[in-house]
Nanobody, 120 residues
Framework: QVQLVESGGGLVQPGGSLRLSCVAS????????MGWYRQAPGKERELVAA???????NYADSVKGRFTISRDNAKNTVYLQMNSLKPEDTAVYYC??????????????WGQGTLVTVSS
């Protein structure tokens, strides 16, 4: 069984910063891409940022220059550093991973989500 566990969400004022973390655990042979998605009330889930196993990154236009995604392959962990936060960044943030298990299964796994609220 494989699971992703997020942490680091919370309440922050506009202009502030937060750092999200997501740890993958279980019978993991290798992790391909990892990413962060978010879903605001009444809106569809959207990609925020993604990073491949070799470090290539992709960002939503709305967060470019403010958010930075990184990963520690040795710890099966992905991070999202969020700076200059805006009220419109308020959402539940979900971690996502494409990975291969030791039993040679390909899986797409989601975390349970962590709430980020940007408000004064």
């Amino acid at each position: 069984q494989v699971q992703l566990v997020e942490s680091g969400g919370g309440l922050v004022q506009p202009g502030g910063s937060l750092r999200l973390s997501c740890v993958a655990s279980g019978s993991i042979f290798s992790i391909n891409a990892m990413g962060w998605y978010r879903q605001a009330p009444g809106k569809e889930r959207e990609l925020v940022a993604a990073i491949t196993s070799d470090g290539s990154t992709n960002y939503a236009d709305s967060v470019k220059g403010r958010f930075t995604i990184s990963r520690d392959n040795a710890k099966n962990t992905v991070y999202l550093q969020m700076n200059s936060l805006k009220p419109e960044d308020t959402a539940v943030y979900y971690c996502h991973a494409n990975l291969n298990t030791y039993s040679r299964r390909y899986l797409e796994v989601w975390g349970q989500g962590t709430l980020v609220t940007v408000s004064s």
